[in-house]
């Protein structure tokens, strides 16, 4: 089996032996392409004793400093969590998720080169993912469980989505991948965006009576992100910005 | 989330610490019935460790001599297997065998007393169940897996297992529906932001070189659609095109 083109991106993990387990889980489902971001003790013999025959897998573990850099080269970025509900954020069952993944990272007709990598975010063992980690993500994959019990194990966790990803493009492989004309906006186009509307809303002296500036690009953030914006509707958002800031330039220059 | 009448039986498990993760990949799944057949340490701290707050269910758990005793009281029993084909016995693949099983251990309206249990068997960790221990069991329950590297660990395959009975029995029970805390935006409030947008794209002067005005309008509706927005969120937006519009106004207003 190739492995697709999927990442999963490990948050500041504290136990290396929990390293060593997703490395394994994951090559039993035919996964390959692990990110470590800020791992707090790697390599680690006990990461290599878990990971018992996936040695492989762990010796290609990528270790960064940022979400950023983890996410280079990334189009749909799901982040794990434990909530049911998210008023910000779309909510998808692992294995709906698992679904949506395999569609986006299975190798398009007449693509050239490879196609960008589909992430999945895990945070750390203890607290999972921050409020800025989410900020990175299209939308939320919840694994169900017992309410009264939720905490899965991170390892337990990585074999799950793993395993719904294998089944997945199992039941996928028969059928032809769904076309998309256009790749998602890359995570540094996002940022991008991001930055440039910031530029627009200051410049338009633009203020929110009911909350901060940063609570309010934060909102911004998650309502963008849900929308999924391939690079030709980034461009479109992009060359509004940019009309509405010549203009007043040009005015302003004017006046002045 | 009470729980169904389903036991998990392991046979002569070497490692204590699988059986902890057992017992938690169990509760996480809202499953509290654990027979162990001659385990080789139990109790064990490593076991207990492991656990981490599935200790109740650990305490439960029941030590036998033999697979007889384990399966007293049961009725359909599936024995784990990485066999994918196999000459005498039914392979079921994880999936199915979940639904079938929870079919079986729902409390059938009128019956007396408790149902009887249905049973799932897991051999060692070296070599898996024997022929013998296999004759005990009406199917074969089989993981998908990496053909490359199909060794999954006993506490994975538990959790998959697991969670595959949770998502059928939450399957087979309805669901009411999700609440959402702000409700979404009307069709007329997104009517309303859409021209508002196109105002000011148009006081801006913007066009986009490689489509139509009509065209372009359609995406932007598309996406933004896609975002699934709510009320506060277009109120946002529509805020941000006001105050750049003012800002427009008072310039041009400066400059005539």
Chains 1, 2 share one sequence.
Not at 45 to 64: I, Y
Not at 74 to 82: D, N, P, Q
Not at 120 to 145: D, K, Y
Not at 175 to 193: G, H, I, K, Q, Y
């Amino acid at each position: 089996v190739t492995p697709l083109p999927i990442r999963f991106v490990l948050l500041e993990t504290s136990h290396p032996g929990n390293i060593g387990a997703v490395a394994r889980a994951m090559k039993n489902m035919a996964l390959a392409d692990l990110v470590l971001v800020k791992p707090l003790r790697f390599p680690d013999p006990e990461a290599t004793a878990r990971a018992s025959g996936a040695d492989d897998v762990l010796a290609r573990a990528r270790v960064v400093d940022t979400l950023a850099e983890a996410l280079e080269g990334c189009s749909l970025v799901f982040a794990t969590t434990a909530r049911e509900r998210d008023s910000w954020y779309r909510v998808v069952d692992a294995r709906s998720a698992a679904r949506r993944i395999v569609t986006e990272a299975r190798p398009r007709p007449g693509a050239q080169g490879p196609a960008p990598a589909v992430a999945v975010l895990f945070g750390t063992e203890r607290t999972g993912l921050t409020n800025e980690q989410l900020m990175s993500a299209h939308a939320l994959l919840r694994i169900p469980a017992n309410p009264a019990y939720e905490s899965l194990n991170l390892g337990m966790a990585v074999q799950l989505i793993a395993y719904e990803i294998f089944v997945a493009r199992a039941e996928t492989e028969a059928a032809p991948p769904a076309a998309r004309d256009v790749p998602l906006a890359s995570p540094a186009d996002m940022e991008r965006l991001f930055a440039h509307l910031q530029e627009v809303m200051e410049e338009a002296d633009f203020r929110d009576r009911t909350q901060s500036g940063t609570h309010l690009m934060q909102r911004i953030r998650r309502f963008l992100n849900r929308a999924e914006l391939d690079g030709n509707e980034v461009n479109i958002l992009r060359g509004i910005l940019t009309a509405v800031q010549n203009r007043r330039r040009v005015a302003g220059g004017t006046r002045g």
